[in-house]
């Protein structure tokens, strides 16, 4: 079992920052990939970043250039950088981390941007 915590999320203004994070602990070995997902009211849930631990590294169109993803194994720990906020930023942001082919979920950090 892997259990997800994440923190970090808030109310910014449009063009601000916020850096979340999410810390892995149970059984962190022999993760595979970790990422970042979230879901906006009234829409599905979506792929913001994901890397694996061969290093590939992908973003939704939506946030390239804006939001950056990264790890640090040592502290069972993944980041997310985001920059530029914009309001269609507006959602619920998910850990999620594959361990063997089994998905495990964080319970999610609220961000809202808005003036």
């Known amino acids: 079992q892997v259990q997800l915590v994440e923190s970090g999320g808030g109310l910014v203004q449009p063009g601000g920052s916020l850096r979340l994070s999410c810390e892995a602990s149970?059984?962190?070995?022999?993760?595979?990939?970790m990422g970042w997902y979230r879901q906006a009211p009234g829409k599905q849930r979506e792929l913001v970043a994901r890397f694996t631990r061969g290093g590939d590294t992908n973003y939704a169109d939506s946030v390239k250039g804006r939001f950056t993803i990264s790890g640090h194994s040592a502290k069972n720990m993944a980041y997310l950088q985001m920059n530029s906020l914009k309001p269609e930023d507006t959602a619920v942001y998910y850990c999620?981390?594959?361990?063997?082919?089994?998905?495990?979920w964080g319970q999610g950090t609220q961000v809202t941007v808005s003036s």
């Open positions: 999620n981390a594959v361990r063997f082919t089994v998905n495990y």
């Open positions: 149970g059984d962190i070995f022999s993760i595979n990939a």
